[in-house]
């Protein structure tokens, strides 16, 4: 049975927990975005270092666990438990995110930069006004995956002390030792964050497939 005292006794432990992974998500939601879309750049750039640099990037963030790159933050650069998940977060989600960056500029006629270039723009801002837009609008849902992806890696925050939601449910359950209640509400406050998040990444997409 659910014991639904906890939840009333420990809601304001649960929304602290709430509110630090939804800031938490916000900041690394927006830091891998521009990261991914400066490696995205890098991978199709027409200079062959960069090209190295993403793909390198891409094939080493995604083939090793979200939680030794934490670690790394966390030991290796003396960071807080909030920090070092943050940024580890941002590390890890930003190689999946250009990935889905690349494959949409890629899916961009060759046309677009060309005409974008002849009128006078330099690369740099024929892909930031041109190119990426589009590019964005054409991979929304893969986006948007990684966007849930993001708000539930975000409970590593918790094996650092970062105080998010999972770090005070593991304080609430050795408190209580009632886990399963303990979890069941720690779970329900993460549908809070991505169920809302499945239903916008759906709108977004069909309101862009109309626009096409």
């Not at 939804?22 to 975005?33: D, E």
């Not at 200079?47 to 793909?55: D, E, Q, R």
């Not at 740099?124 to 995956?145: D, E, R, S, T």
Request: no cysteine; glycine share 8%; hydrophobic share 55%.
């Amino acid at each position: 049975m659910i014991n639904f005292s906890i939840l009333i006794n420990y809601f304001d432990m649960f929304l602290e927990g709430f509110k630090i992974t939804l800031f938490a998500s916000f900041l690394a939601l927006i830091g891998s975005f521009v990261l991914g879309a400066i490696i995205a750049i890098f991978r199709i750039a027409p200079f062959k270092p960069l090209n190295i640099v993403g793909a390198i990037y891409v094939e080493f963030i995604r083939n090793i666990p979200l939680l030794l790159i934490v670690f790394v933050f966390y030991m290796g650069f003396r960071l807080g438990g909030f920090h070092a998940g943050t940024l580890g977060l941002i590390v890890y989600t930003a190689a999946f995110i250009a990935e889905a960056i690349r494959a949409g500029i890629k899916s961009i006629a060759k046309g677009q930069m060309e005409a974008a270039r002849s009128s006078g723009l330099n690369y740099l801002q024929a892909m930031w006004h041109v190119i990426l837009p589009q590019a964005v609008k054409m991979v929304i849902p893969p986006l948007g995956n990684q966007t849930l992806n993001l708000v539930k890696n975000s409970s590593i925050l918790g094996v650092v002390g970062g105080l998010d939601l999972m770090y005070y449910g593991d304080l609430i359950n050795s408190q209580t030792f009632a886990a399963f209640s303990t979890y069941i509400f720690v779970g329900l406050f993460y549908l809070v964050l991505t169920i809302p998040l499945s239903f916008g990444v759906r709108y977004l997409e069909k309101r862009v497939s109309r626009s096409y």
